[in-house]
C-alpha cells in the first residue's frame, strides 16, 4: 500500500495542466496533487497559486475540499503497485 505523498509529479506540469480550466476546477486539482505529491506541496509558486485559490473560495471550501479528496484518492489508485509517479490528473 501506498503512502498518501508517493506520488512524483512535476509542479509545472499541474500548473500548465489546470491553467485552462475554470478557477474552482483548478483548485481542486492543486489540492488533490498537493494532497498526494511532497514535490507539490514544497514548491512555493505551486503553493502560492493555490493558497490564492483557497482564499478565493474560503466561502465554498468545503465542497471544493470533498471534491479534491475525490479527485486525490482516483490519483492514488491510479499509481500502480511498483510505480510511484504520475501524470497529470
Do not use: W, Y
Not at 8 to 30: K, N, T
Not at 64 to 75: D, F, H, I
Amino acid at each position: 500500500m501506498h503512502s498518501k505523498s508517493q506520488i512524483d509529479l512535476d509542479p509545472r506540469e499541474i500548473d500548465a495542466f489546470v491553467c485552462g480550466m475554470s478557477p474552482r476546477q483548478e483548485l481542486v486539482h492543486r489540492l488533490a496533487v498537493r494532497d498526494v505529491c511532497d514535490r507539490c506541496r514544497g514548491d512555493r509558486l505551486f503553493m502560492k497559486r493555490t493558497d490564492a485559490l483557497i482564499f478565493e473560495f474560503r466561502k465554498n471550501l468545503s465542497a471544493v475540499l470533498r471534491e479534491a479528496n475525490q479527485l486525490s484518492a482516483e490519483l492514488m489508485a491510479s499509481v500502480d503497485d511498483e510505480g510511484r509517479s504520475a501524470k497529470a490528473p
